[in-house]
């Protein structure tokens, strides 16, 4: 008897230690889910086709949407298990393949010890990065590349660049698995190689933006500057459409900064207090900027502002205090500014639509500024330390030095990476579309079809 008693109670004890996920966790990263897919379709590729000109419009949307289809395919085949299974500090390994283990039960953790939610809501989420961030560099040599080798290149540096870097970045074995000094030994020797150094990246400065931002810059570069850049007109054909998408952007972001913390609590809320502040900031700033500048404030200019406090806030949004955001987002308006017009004269390259200026620029400013405003004494969260279960001692030159680890490792892993997934690219299928149909526009020419009718 006294044995059936000790088995029930073993049993009820392994059953009261299993975690349970949060109804409302879980509902949060479905929703924050479906926000980040808006940020996509439609928003991205109304952000970008109204930028281009009218004969390019459907080309512009046919890409964004082809690549999120596509990535999100290939992110359940492979791209999971590679990047968010344990391998080696630069890529995953292939436990997960095809999601192999991952059911309804399965568990994700988060950020707080013995919270987690279901597996399937973090692949699906983390999914939807993976497609935006491929699916931004289309902006870089938007008008003149081959739909084929559009498609090519996206399979090549999703797999080579995005999973190494989501993985170095975001990859280890959660709270759950650090109860001492010596398990987050463990913990650091087995996760990716920036978590071990100790980078912040809230939400994608590095993984998203700068990784994205790298790829395009390169991609523009070697495919080279449009028919008649410099020389004929190439204005946005549709600022209504572009100021549309900048605002299904900004709603969508909100699922993209603050779905990251992976629960719905305070941490969250001040990711989306930030989102707002820093790029309502941008927004001014870059407005203000510009005003002053040449005289009369744009669409174009608020709009383009507003992305780029969206990308300044990502890596920090969940570990800086709101008044830091507001300086991240009042420097990215002006500094991004700067990086579509001075920086991007100093380059010479034809980066259509302003990937690196605005992607690039932000990302690496966000990214470093992460290491200043998380601070404590400025406002900021601290780095929460996993052994002592409180927030540890912050030291803002070690941290900063942290954060340019992850800066310098997206610049170069992403810029070889690009180059050579465009190399092979060349030689498959070619890269770049005959003049006749650059000129003739690649809604018609690649596509058959026409965004407009007169």
């Avoid at 395919?73 to 968010?84: D, E, N, P, R």
């Avoid at 939610?117 to 008008?143: C, D, H, K, N, R």
């Avoid at 080279?224 to 004929?232: C, I, N, P, Q, S």
């Avoid at 992460?370 to 001692?393: I, Q, R």
């Amino acid at each position: 008897m006294s044995e059936t008693v000790e088995v029930v109670a073993a049993v009820a004890a392994a059953v009261a230690a299993t975690p349970v996920p949060n109804k409302g966790d879980t509902a949060w990263m479905m929703i924050a889910t479906v926000l980040v897919i808006l940020m996509v379709i439609p928003g991205l590729a109304l952000f970008y086709g109204g930028l281009v000109r009218a004969k390019n419009m459907l080309s512009v949307l046919m890409q964004v949407f082809v690549i999120f289809s596509l990535i999100s395919v290939l992110w359940v085949i492979y791209g999971y298990s590679l990047a968010f299974t344990g391998g080696s500090p630069f890529i995953g390994g292939f436990d997960k393949l095809f999601l192999s283990g991952v059911t309804p039960e399965s568990l994700a953790a988060t950020f707080s010890k013995g919270v987690y939610i279901p597996e399937l809501s973090f692949v699906v989420f983390q999914a939807t990065f993976a497609a935006i961030t491929t699916a931004l560099i289309v902006g870089a040599f938007a008008e003149r590349m081959k739909f084929s080798a559009v498609l090519l290149f996206s399979v090549l540096w999703f797999t080579f660049s995005y999973l190494p870097m989501a993985h170095m970045v975001w990859y280890w074995d959660g709270p759950d698995a650090i109860t001492d000094a010596a398990a987050l030994e463990k913990v650091v020797a087995g996760a990716g190689f920036l978590w071990a150094k100790g980078a912040l990246d809230f939400a994608g400065g590095t993984v998203v933006h700068i990784n994205a931002a790298m790829a395009g810059l390169v991609g523009a570069f070697l495919i080279g500057k449009r028919v008649g850049y410099g020389k004929e007109p190439m204005t946005p054909h549709s600022l209504t459409l572009t100021m549309v998408g900048a605002a299904l952007l900004w709603v969508g972001w909100f699922g993209f900064n603050a779905g990251s913390n992976l629960e719905a609590n305070g941490l969250a809320a001040l990711a989306m207090v930030n989102t707002l502040a820093a790029t309502a900031a941008a927004t001014l700033s870059w407005m203000v900027a510009e005003w002053l500048v040449k005289g009369k404030p744009s669409m174009l200019g608020a709009a383009s502002g507003a992305v780029s406090g969206l990308v300044a806030i990502t890596p920090a949004c969940g570990f800086v205090g709101p008044m830091g955001a507001i300086v991240i987002g009042l420097l990215a308006g002006v500094l991004c500014l700067w990086g579509v017009n001075g920086l991007k004269k100093m380059l010479g390259a034809d980066d259509s639509l302003d990937v690196f200026g605005v992607h690039g620029v932000g990302g690496i400013l966000g990214a470093i500024l992460t290491g200043v405003f998380v601070s404590p004494a400025l406002g900021g969260t601290g780095v929460y330390d996993y052994v002592t279960n409180a927030v540890g001692e912050f030291n803002m030159v070690a941290q900063v030095t942290s954060q340019l680890w992850g800066v310098g490792v997206a610049v170069v892993w992403s810029s070889i990476v690009a180059f050579v997934c465009y190399k092979i690219v060349d030689v498959l299928v070619g890269l770049r579309v005959p003049e006749d149909e650059e000129r003739e526009g690649l809604d018609i020419a690649s596509h058959g079809e026409s965004a407009y009718h007169y």
